[in-house]
C-alpha cells in the first residue's frame, strides 16, 4: 500500500482483517495530505444513482467501524442541500427510504440551521448525511495499523517476476501486489509502472467559522441555489460543532509545472468569508482556521472515481473520497484479493459520472 490517507487505511484494515500481509508506506503523517482537517462531508446526493447506493452500503460500513473501533465516525446532524440540484438529486436517493430523504420548507430549513440566512428556495434534507469525524477516523485506523506501518518515501515501483518491487530512501521490498493511492502523487508513481491516469491536479482552500452562539445541531451544508451570490459552496461541522468549515467548490488548476496562483486562492477564501457573511450571519465572519488541499479530478465529473490495473499493480484516483472509503477500500482490497478490478470501478465504469 502506497499512501495512509483515508483510502490507504481503509484499504490496509480491510486487507489484514481478510489474512493478509501487508505493508502500508507512507512518507509523512497518516491523513495529512489530501485527508486533512476536521470534517468532511458524508452524503447520499449524487448525480450518478451508482454512488448513491455505494454511499448507502458505506454508511452501513461507517457504523460499523464505529462499533469496531470505539467511537462515533460521523455526526446525528444530517444534511441540508438548497437549491433546483438538490431535489434534481431526491429521487435517486428516494429509491432507498432508508436514507429518510426529504424535500422541505423555509421554516424546517431555519429549524435546522440556526446559523442559516432568510431563505425559502428549494430544500432537501437527509437526516442520514453528517460531518465526518475525519481525525478521528484516521487516528483510529492508524492506530490499528501501527504494525503495518512504514514511515518511508515510495520512490519507485516495478513488476518483478510476478510481483512487485517497492523502492524507498533506505528501503528495498518485493511485494505480491501493490496499491497505489497516494493522492497527488499516485499519476508520478503509476506512470513509472506504464499506467497513464488521466488526472487533473488542482488546489484548494476551505476556511473555518465559529458559531456566535453554541449550536445543539450543525449539519452540513450544500447551497447550488445562488441565492446568497454563490453556487457549489459546501461546509461541515467540527466534531464538538466549534467551528464550522466552509468551501466554495472550485478549485485553481495547477500548470504544467504544478504551480499555483496564490491570488486565485487566496480570492477563493475572500469568497467563503463573503459568503458567510451573506448566508449565515449565525457565524463570526472572522475565520478560525484554514485547510489548503491538493484536488485530484478525473475527466467525467468532481465525484469521479476509478481503480487502473496493470498487472499486480492497481492505482486508484479520484475526488471526493471520504465518504465512500470504506466501499473504495473494500473494492481496491477485493482487487488485490481476487487480481481484478470489480465493476463498477475500473475507469470504463466512469463512476461518478456528471452525465452533463
Ligand atoms: C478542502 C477539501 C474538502 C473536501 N471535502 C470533501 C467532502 O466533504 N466529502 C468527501 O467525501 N470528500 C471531500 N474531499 C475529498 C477527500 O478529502 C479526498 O478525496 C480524500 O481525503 C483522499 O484521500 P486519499 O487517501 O486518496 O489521499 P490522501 O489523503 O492525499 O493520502 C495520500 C497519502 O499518500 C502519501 N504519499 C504520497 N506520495 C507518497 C509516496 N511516494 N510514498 C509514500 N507515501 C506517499 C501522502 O503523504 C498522503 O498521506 C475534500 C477534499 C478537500 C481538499
Request: glycine share 12%; with cysteine.
Amino acid at each position: 500500500m502506497i499512501g495512509a490517507g483515508i483510502i490507504g487505511l481503509s484499504t490496509a484494515y480491510q486487507l489484514v482483517e481478510q489474512g493478509m500481509t501487508v505493508t502500508v508506506y507512507e512518507t509523512g503523517t497518516p491523513g495529512f495530505g489530501q485527508s486533512a482537517g476536521q470534517s468532511r462531508i458524508f452524503r447520499h446526493a449524487h448525480d450518478d444513482p451508482r454512488l448513491v447506493e455505494l454511499a448507502v452500503r458505506a454508511r452501513a460500513h461507517w457504523r460499523r467501524w464505529s462499533d469496531e473501533l470505539g467511537a462515533p465516525l460521523i455526526s446525528q446532524d444530517g444534511g441540508l442541500a438548497l437549491g433546483d440540484v438538490a431535489v434534481k438529486r431526491l429521487p435517486a436517493m428516494q429509491a432507498f427510504p432508508e436514507i429518510g430523504a426529504r424535500q422541505i420548507d423555509s421554516d424546517d430549513v431555519h429549524a435546522l440551521l440556526g446559523v442559516l440566512a432568510d431563505y425559502d428556495g428549494p430544500a432537501v434534507f437527509d437526516p442520514s448525511a453528517g460531518s465526518i469525524h475525519t481525525r478521528t477516523a484516521i487516528e483510529l485506523l492508524s492506530r490499528s495499523l501501527a504494525p503495518n506501518l512504514v514511515n518511508e518515501q515510495v520512490i519507485s515501483l516495478a513488476k518483478v517476476g510476478d510481483g512487485v518491487q517497492v523502492r524507498c530512501p533506505t528501503v528495498v521490498s518485493d511485494h505480491g501486489a501493490a496499491v497505489i493511492c497516494a493522492g497527488r502523487g499516485t499519476v508520478r508513481l503509476a506512470a513509472g509502472v506504464g499506467m497513464d491516469l488521466p488526472v487533473e491536479i488542482g488546489a484548494h482552500v476551505r476556511v473555518s467559522f465559529a458559531p456566535r452562539l453554541p449550536q445543539g445541531r450543525l449539519p452540513t451544508l450544500q447551497d447550488g441555489s445562488g441565492a446568497f451570490g454563490f453556487t457549489g459552496v459546501y461546509a461541515a461541522a467540527y466534531p464538538d460543532r466549534s467551528g464550522y468549515g466552509l468551501g466554495l467548490a472550485d478549485s485553481v488548476d495547477a500548470g504544467t509545472a504544478g504551480a499555483i496562483d496564490a491570488q486565485a486562492l487566496a480570492a477563493y477564501a475572500d469568497g467563503a468569508i463573503e459568503y458567510v457573511t451573506r448566508a449565515l450571519p449565525g457565524l463570526d465572519p472572522d475565520p478560525i482556521g484554514i485547510v489548503h488541499c491538493w484536488v485530484t479530478t478525473l475527466p467525467w465529473g468532481d465525484d469521479g472515481v476509478a481503480i487502473w490495473q496493470d498487472g499486480p499493480v492497481f492505482a486508484l484516483a479520484g475526488h471526493n473520497l471520504f465518504k465512500h472509503a470504506p466501499i473504495l477500500g473494500e473494492a481496491l482490497a477485493s482487487s488485490v484479493d481476487v487480481g481484478a478490478v470489480p465493476t463498477p470501478f475500473t475507469p470504463d465504469d466512469r463512476l461518478g459520472s456528471s452525465g452533463d
